[in-house]
């Protein structure tokens, strides 16, 4: 999707947003001051927090949308990370606010009101909230936005908070029951705790998380159909914003074949990866070493592995001589599963065994996975 479109439809959705919930904020607050309910004007600033936060979504779009510069040859993709960061405290402090007032209230006999066409704007404020739901779900895959994502999850507890506001009306008017502070402390505690799961969503896209499997697979498998490209290992991925990101991965490679020949292969996979899955790959060669010390080498790493009842692999074998003395390098792969302590110990037996069944020293160099599948 070029970024100008993407850009565009997030500006639509923004705006829409703005408009609902500016609707929903006057309702509601006007609504709460004429029956005197607590958990009708959380509801309601709620909903103005959600016009602050279509704001940031607005101008977090025409901002991420600027292309690289000097400063910044990423581009500006990430601002988007820190708008729904900063959209996860401003719901954090609302939810605080929110719980005060409640634990306030409970102490005070003030009676609620009852107004009969309340109940149907009510109805209303949950249809339009469900309606925000389903359309910043969809705008959110569309234009794969984190921050309308947070904003449709935000958009379906609103309408949970709705009912509930609802109910409480309704309960006062049956049956007597004024629990309004009490629904106060709850709605306060679920905006507390959608703000805290939205601050660390974000917080984790920004310090960097793992891509997800199935692009993963699809990389890996659209590599592998490249028949002088024997394995992979190695796929680092970094994403800045929805529509830039970079990644390189390791192949293996007969280390018999020509250096023009793999960069030709290494070329034409890195522009197919551009097209194909729109972002920049780069591929480092491995080049493989004999058979016969692939297979010795398993063999050991293997029985050492077992007697640790885990798994793992190794890559970039090297073997070299260093003042008249044979030393193997190579990449040991270990599961985060595997503790540090545990890792020294399995790097040490696998030494000593080289070291008894070739005469040779080893420099064992700990890899953890990018992603564990």
Known sequence: ?????????????????????????????????????????????????????????????????????????????????????????????????????????????????????????????????????????????????????????????????????????????????????????????????????????TITEILGKPIEEKIYKEIRDTVLEEKDFLAVHDFLYHPYGAQNAMGSIHVLCDGRKSIAYIHEKVDDMERRIKKEFGFSLLIHVDPIVAEEDVVWLSSIVKRTLARYHTEGSFHDIQFKKEKEKGILYFDLLLPYSVTEETATKIQAEITDMVKEEKGMDCVIELDRPMIET
């Open 1 to 201: 999707m070029k970024e100008t479109e993407r850009e565009r439809i997030a500006t639509r959705a923004a705006a829409f947003g703005i408009l609902a919930n500016l609707f929903l904020f006057v309702v509601k607050y006007l609504l709460s001051a004429s029956l005197h309910s607590l958990s009708i004007a959380a509801d309601a600033w709620n909903n103005l927090s959600d016009v602050g936060n279509s704001i940031l979504g607005l101008v977090a779009g025409k901002l991420s949308g600027k292309k690289a510069d000097r400063e910044h040859p990423f581009g500006h993709g990430r601002i988007e990370y820190l708008a729904a960061f900063l959209v996860s405290t401003f719901i954090i402090q609302l939810g605080l606010g929110t719980i005060r007032s409640g634990l306030f209230s409970l102490g005070k006999k003030e009676e609620l009101v009852f107004f009969a066409p309340a109940v149907w704007l009510l109805v209303l404020s949950v249809l339009i909230k469900l309606l925000l739901f389903f359309y910043f779900r969809f705008i959110g895959k569309k234009i794969s936005s984190t921050l309308f994502k947070a904003t449709a999850m935000d958009a379906l507890l609103d309408s949970l908070m709705t009912v509930s506001t609802l109910v409480s009306v309704l309960l006062y008017y049956k049956k007597g029951y004024n629990i309004d502070a009490f629904l106060g402390l709850g709605l306060g505690a679920l905006i507390l705790f959608n703000g805290i799961k939205m601050a660390r969503e």
